[in-house]
């Protein structure tokens, strides 16, 4: 008998080393296909970084080639066609960058100079089409553009040297594989953050566009002179924005930069800021789940005025608004002697299962708001009318102030019109010049009513 258990137990322990065997064999299979599909990767992160690097060097070379001819033309629609073809491979060299492994934050300054340059190139072609003539001081930023392409064109066929030559890669792909620690110094987005750095002589382009230098050192016109008010000012100012007692928030700390502010919070996450000059709220935020809507926009709508004339914000006019997870945000926009002034935007959330207030976006308004000299305008509002389109059939009118791309302000007739299709669109005119500014798309659906 214990012959026989010591030859069974030889079997299993010959079982035991050959399951084991199995095991090691097949570990070492799956361990071999997990590398080869991770040289497999590799070489397709390489190749898509290749493919990426070499097109935005293509693009930057094209924006050096348009951005000297600029320099030269001087017809409206040479302008134009150079104008388009600059936002073409400004957006294009923009995709390309996104596609390299390189954080916003180091390159600021690069995606910054290809959306200005897209940008300055419209408003050029916008001005010579109004038949003002490009000037002395528009060839010189196109100059100091052409010359920062050309650099930056030259640096990028420098890190494709290195890319081409395995300097500049390694190590890299393998902490993107792994996702372990940040860049090295000598890695891609190294190389092209001091690379940017080293760009120092670009220019400062004051135009009206979305990416013009002189929107990032706006100063808030509802601040300006206003008294300095102390924190526990602010907290209790806060606690009115957000319908709360002064004791249920908490200190959020202070946000910096040209709209200094006091934040403070609630247990239930919600955030509300206040300026330190003057205590008007810039933002409030109730978040939480709307489970079912009772309340329909005209209800929603007199909550929210309701509200605003609480906060002693008077002098608001409605205009669109939109119904997201059971949540109608509403646009208001102040209004002036008749005129609505679009730049003085508020837009207040209204939950639609009991009315409350959990929303308020009210940075726009502070930004923009003050008293404004609203003089006649030089044309009146049936000249303007001459200017729409034959096949549109004007409905309503009226007059207004719209906000350029560069934050400028521009004196409007605001015309809601019908196509023959039953269509409705919104021309905005100028009052000076009789140009058309805006064109919009007017979208009416079940979520509300939008512009596009």
């Known amino acids: 008998m214990n ?13 035991v080393i050959s399951y084991i065997s199995a095991l090691v064999i097949a570990l070492a299979g799956l361990g071999l296909q997990q590398h080869m599909l991770k040289l497999q990767y590799r070489a397709q992160v390489e190749q898509t970084y290749e493919r990426a690097l070499a097109d935005l060097a293509d693009y930057l070379e094209n ?88 650099e930056l064109s030259r640096q990028v066929g420098d890190m494709q040297g290195l890319l081409s030559g395995g300097e500049l890669w390694a190590g890299e792909v393998e902490q993107i594989i792994s996702q372990s ?34 929107i990032m050192q706006q100063e808030p016109k509802l601040t300006k002179g206003k008294t300095e008010i102390s924190e526990e000012q602010a907290k209790i100012a806060a606690a009115h924005f957000m319908q709360v007692e002064p004791e249920q928030l908490t200190n959020g700390g202070d946000e910096t930069g040209t709209l200094p502010c006091f934040t403070f ?26 489970d079912s809507q009772t309340l329909d926009f005209d209800a929603a709508l007199n909550k929210a005025q309701a509200y605003l004339k609480s906060c002693n914000l008077d002098g608001f006019t409605d205009s669109y608004y939109m119904i997201s997870e059971g949540v109608c945000v509403i646009n208001f926009a102040y209004t002036q002697n008749g005129v609505v002034c679009y730049p003085d935007l508020i837009k207040v959330g209204v939950a639609l299962d009991n009315g409350e207030i959990v929303s308020v976006e009210a940075r726009t308004y502070v930004m923009n708001h003050h008293d404004r000299a609203i003089t006649n305008p030089s044309h009146t509002v049936e000249e303007a009318q001459k200017v729409l389109s034959p096949l549109l059939t004007p409905e309503k009118n009226q007059r207004c102030i719209a906000l350029t791309s560069g934050l400028n302000e521009v004196s409007c007739y605001e015309f809601l019109c019908k196509t023959d299709e039953d269509k409705e669109i919104l021309i905005y005119v100028n009052t000076e010049t009789l140009e058309e500014e805006f064109v919009f798309l007017l979208l009416k659906t079940d979520g509300g009513v939008l512009t596009q």
């Open 181 to 214: 620690g940040e860049l090295g110094e000598e890695s891609f987005a190294a190389s092209l953050a001091k690379n940017a750095e080293a760009l120092t002589d670009y220019p400062t382009l004051i135009y009206d566009g979305p990416f013009s230098d002189h």
């Open 265 to 290: 919070n609630t247990k239930d996450g919600g955030s509300v800021a206040v300026t330190k000059a003057g205590g008007y709220c810039v933002y409030m935020n109730k978040p939480r789940n709307v």
């Open 63 to 150: 924006i050096n080639i348009t951005l000297e001819k600029g320099l030269y033309v001087t017809t409206p629609t040479q302008t134009s066609l150079l104008s388009a073809q600059l936002w073409r491979e400004a957006g294009g060299a923009k995709m390309s960058l996104s596609q390299l492994p390189v954080s916003g934050t180091d390159i600021d300054g690069i995606y910054r100079f290809l959306s200005q340059v897209g940008d300055y190139s419209m408003t050029l072609s916008k001005q010579t089409i109004t038949g003002k003539a490009v000037q002395d001081e528009d060839r010189r930023q196109l100059k100091a553009m052409s010359e920062y392409a050309s």
């Open 3 to 15: 012959r026989m258990k010591k030859r069974l137990s030889r079997r299993g322990w010959v079982r």
